[in-house]
Every structure is written in structure tokens, then in C-alpha cells.
């Protein structure tokens, strides 16, 4: 990131000024290194500039404070970016839904879930893989099966990780092998 910053300050002492892409891009950037402090500072800086932040900033920065474990900061974010009237995306909620289930919170992810379809949105499928893996977990096997067709009738087509939650869910679930994984089964 540091020929980048380089070229960020050249852009300036030439006298052009630096657009939302660009901001984007750094932010993204030090999101990628694992550094959100330094991509919330370029968030803050495009903001002093009076360039507004844009959905892909946003979405990149949420994501930043979510993989980091700062549910807080992101929440925040999050609330800004809807006060400023920017609405999520696709990606945008499939960040959330992945990270609040991660973080064992499904009904808040549930609940963003139910958000993008009332909005309109086809889930993708690694969302619905996100709610069937987490339902499963928590021991809603029914509700897995019924994201699953949902999935179908909606004309997305499942992954090999669906199927493997799916059967792995199944069989622990059915036969109370909990703990033993589709790797095990050639083992039983």
C-alpha cells in the first residue's frame, strides 16, 4: 500500500484531486491487509475532503470491523450509511448475514436475510449456505430444508458446500452422530 499512498500524494501535488474511486480503492486496500484502523482513517479523511462515501466504501469498511470483531464499529457504520440514505446491496447483506451468524447471532442474520428479500433482492447462495450451516447448528433442521428448496425455487443452484451441510446436517441430526464430519463417515 505504500506506492499507492505515493501516488495518492502525487495525485495531490499536481493538483488533482482524488474522487470516491480512488478513496474507495485505498480503503479497500488497507481492508485487504487486515488494517481497518488505517481504512477508517481514509473513510475520515474522504469525508474532511467533503467527498461522500459511497456504498462499496461502506460495505468494505463494515466488512473490515466484522472479520476484526468489532461488531460495535460496524453496527455504526452501517447506521451512517443508512442515515446518509445509501442503501444496502447484495454484497452489503451478505456480509452482515455471514458475519452475525459467525458471531452466533442467526435471528439478527435471519432478520437481514428478510430485509434484502422485502427490498426486493435474491439472496445468493453463499447467504442461503450462511442461514442453512447456521440453522443446522442450531439444531433447526426443517428450516435448513425449507432455505434449501426456497434456494431451488428461486432458480439458484446450490453449491457443493449446500449439499454438504445438508447431508452432514441429516445424518448427524437423524442418527446423533454430532461431532463427525462427511470426512469420518467412510470410517463408520
Known amino acids: 500500500m505504500g506506492s499507492a499512498r505515493e501516488l495518492f500524494f502525487e495525485l495531490l501535488q499536481v493538483g488533482l484531486s482524488p474522487n470516491v474511486a480512488v478513496y474507495s480503492s485505498m480503503i479497500s486496500g488497507f481492508r485487504s491487509l487486515n488494517n481497518v484502523e488505517a481504512a477508517l482513517d481514509w473513510h475520515n479523511r474522504m469525508i474532511r475532503e467533503g467527498i461522500p462515501c459511497d456504498l462499496k466504501a461502506y460495505t468494505t469498511l463494515i466488512d473490515g470491523f466484522l472479520r476484526e470483531g468489532e461488531l460495535q464499529s460496524a453496527t455504526d457504520l452501517y447506521s451512517e450509511m443508512l442515515q446518509k440514505g445509501i442503501v444496502p446491496d447484495k454484497r452489503t447483506y451478505t456480509v452482515l448475514i455471514n458475519a452475525l451468524r459467525n458471531k452466533g447471532q442467526l435471528e439478527n442474520a435471519r432478520k437481514n436475510f428478510e430485509d434484502m428479500n422485502s427490498r426486493g433482492m435474491t439472496p445468493s447462495v453463499h447467504s442461503y449456505n450462511t442461514l442453512v450451516a447456521g440453522n443446522f447448528k442450531e439444531g433447526h ?31 448427524q441430526g437423524t442418527n446423533g452422530l454430532v461431532g463427525t464430519s462427511c470426512g469420518d463417515m467412510h470410517q463408520i
Do not use: C, I, N, S
Not at 144 to 169: I, N, Q, S
Open 141 to 171: 433442521l426443517q428450516e435448513a430444508f425449507r432455505l434449501h428448496d426456497e434456494m431451488l425455487d428461486k432458480g439458484l443452484v446450490p453449491h457443493d458446500d449446500t449439499y454438504d451441510t445438508l447431508v452432514t446436517g441429516k445424518f
